[in-house]
């Protein structure tokens, strides 16, 4: 069995998600079509992380094993590319071992939340970005950012994925900066609870807005109460850059 | 008769053009809809450019006429911004004086034409730049440009809107810069032809990819024949960035 793995890029918009489910368009049922239709066999692709419906990715990896491919990793690429529809494309592909899985094999994931302030509403960003009207405190965005940045039970901030139970997670990067009227999160962990990037900004966002303290949010965190948690901001501000391994 | 004129943004992606049709979504058919509810009465709007399918804009310029509307100029933006679709937005709103036309009055239309360059396509620069895997040569691309400017005949590279026979049109600027690997085309001119930029974006790359050179299409325009220039550049590369008056 010949295995590899490859990063990928897609525009979430018109998904409902990675994961390839019973009905609607998935970038993974996208992936395998693809690629069964280059290698001519039936493939199951794994992703590294599984976003939710709307949310984008330029560096989500993935892993699938095809027996019957013999033309070498670059002409593999440029096959797959040629059959995916415009908002997936594979950035690159190479030869994985064995024992190579996307998802167990991680280490970390990275991903980035973009939000743009304006008074008005700007079309040509809305689809990756969460439009606020008025500029949050982003040294109280990262003031109460420092607090989540550990090993913490995150269990008021997402649910274990698949009827898992473990909700601990290791926070190892959660940063905001500014650019001019763009504000953008770096957010790196061990591995994600669903929703769990999508509800830190929502609270994050509070902590800038003057709604929440700092010690407030270490408070929600604590109490493991997802009850605490205020919201999740939009999908289209999240995108899933890097998988490390 | 109380006149406006406002400054609107949009994504083209899912409209069908600016101007509104027996059938299928329009700017300007969002617009009225927006207008007429916020204003109770029946409004028309017009725009300064007529973009076509799937072409973007920052800076259209459109006029209404609103009897009813008493409430001043900024609660008007306000109500008409809440009452459009996420792809649409008025950036600012003015009083116009009774003369004031958007099209018959505009000294000057501005386009910008994005284009992307890398060696795999990416899906979240798709919906705003034309996509090309090699970087074509933007002196070329420039020196063919220069041939345009001035007033010409464009008869190649467009026909007149609606049944109009003048095909002359006074093009100002016309020159690409390159920031990494993304190439901008600003051009600017009084009025356009229908296609117009779109066309002579096509001719510049291939100046650019060494298929024409800028005598060959010098020699198109003075043709006046729209055989010979070749293509269309993608609608989701061109943005209306501004009107002058």
Redesign the interface.
């Known amino acids: 069995m010949t295995k590899f793995r490859a990063t990928v890029?897609?525009?979430g918009t018109e998904f409902i998600g990675f994961q390839r489910q019973a009905a609607g368009r998935t970038v993974q049922g996208e992936l395998e079509q693809a690629i069964e239709k280059v290698c001519g066999e039936q493939v199951t692709v794994i992703g590294a992380g599984r976003t939710d419906t709307g949310v984008?990715a330029?560096g989500q990896v993935i892993g699938f094993a095809a027996a019957n491919w013999k033309h070498g990793i670059e002409r593999l690429?440029k096959a797959i590319?040629v059959n995916l529809p415009?908002?997936?494309?594979?950035?690159?592909v190479a030869d994985a071992d064995d024992h190579f899985h996307p998802r167990f094999s991680a280490a970390s994931r990275t991903y980035e939340y973009s939000i743009l302030v304006s008074d008005?509403?700007?079309?040509?960003a809305?689809?990756?970005a969460w439009h606020l009207e008025h500029l949050p405190d982003v040294d109280a965005m990262n003031g109460a950012a420092d607090r989540l940045i550990g090993t913490h039970d995150f269990a008021a901030f997402g649910s274990a994925p698949e009827g898992g139970t473990d909700t601990v997670r290791t926070l190892k990067q959660a940063h905001w900066t500014r650019d001019g009227n763009r504000l953008t999160f770096l957010v790196e962990s061990n591995a994600f609870l669903f929703r769990m990037v999508r509800r830190i900004v929502a609270t994050l966002v509070r902590a800038g807005q003057g709604k929440d303290s700092a010690e407030e949010i270490e408070h929600v965190l604590h109490s493991r109460n997802p009850d605490l948690a205020k919201g999740a901001a939009p999908a289209c501000g999240l995108?899933l850059i890097s998988v490390s391994y």
Request: include cysteine.
């Open positions: 890029s897609y525009d984008h330029t690429q590319n415009f908002d997936v494309a594979v950035r690159d008005v509403r700007q079309p040509l809305r689809r990756y995108c």
